[in-house]
């Protein structure tokens, strides 16, 4: 009965690996492609049959997206933005995750529930009245719109939560007896502990930021103001689209995004499995 059981097993583990390789494969050809296509001129970008690996490698793609936009201005408007949004997120999260999963005040659990919730509400539900506050406060068309409204996350007070509940309350009682305040032991306790979690929201917040479309194409209209996901609209014109272009910029603006899961994803992924598990 041994031996049939573990050829079972490994049958079944052989298509699982077949199945994920499957699957990687399937999310990787499109990049693939779109490698591929930087390098081609426009009419044989969707050629078929296709070519993976073009005859005459067109260089000149990646030389003229930086003469025809001004894309380093949008990608300096984007790493600017993606930062600062990145680390306000995650003062504002694993602060407030901290008070509500280590101080017991009355409404706490109500509270966080009524915070969660507002994720289950559609962004598309409350842009209206936020552009009409923004515009009121006079900061349409300015990057500080952007900022604001997206320094607090509900996501991502959930997931420093999560993490924070792990940790055992008997930590913070200790450090309270040696003296420490509640702002110390935030600070000198549970934000080094919460290194996997800090990078998996680090990761989220800095890659959601980074392609924001919506959010920059409502708020900011001045070309010297606006980020590298409206700045690939510009190589579509009224008739025609510079498919090419778009390719070649398209693989540039990804390259930060890599450089940032590629640096913390040992860190993510325990982040993940951490915050998914406790509490």
Known sequence: MVGPQKKFRAGWKMLAYLALIAVSIGMIVPYIWML???????????????????DNIRWQNYVDIWTRIPLGTFIYNTAKLSVIVTLLQLLTSSFAAYAFAKLRFRGRNLLFLAYIATIAIPW????????????????????LAIIFLQAFSAFG???????????????????????????GIWARLMLPLSKPALSTLTIFTFVSTWNDFLGPMIYLTKTELKTIQIGLR?????????????MAASVVSI??????????????????ASSGIKG
């Open 157 to 183: 007070v959930f997931l420093m939560r999560q993490f924070y509940q792990g940790i055992p309350d008997e930590l913070c009682e200790a450090a309270r007896i040696d003296g420490l305040s509640e702002y």
């Open 124 to 143: 598309q539900a409350y842009m209206v009245p936020q552009f009409i506050l923004m515009r009121e406060l006079g900061l349409n068309n300015t990057h």
């Open 255 to 272: 390259i930060p995004v890599l450089i940032i899961f590629l640096a913390l994803q040992k860190n993510f992924v325990q982040g993940v």
């Open 234 to 246: 510009m190589f579509i014109s009224q008739y025609s689209a510079e498919y090419g272009l778009i």
């Open 36 to 54: 591929s296509s930087s390098f081609k001129l426009n009419k044989d970008v969707f050629a078929f049959p296709m070519v993976w690996i073009p």
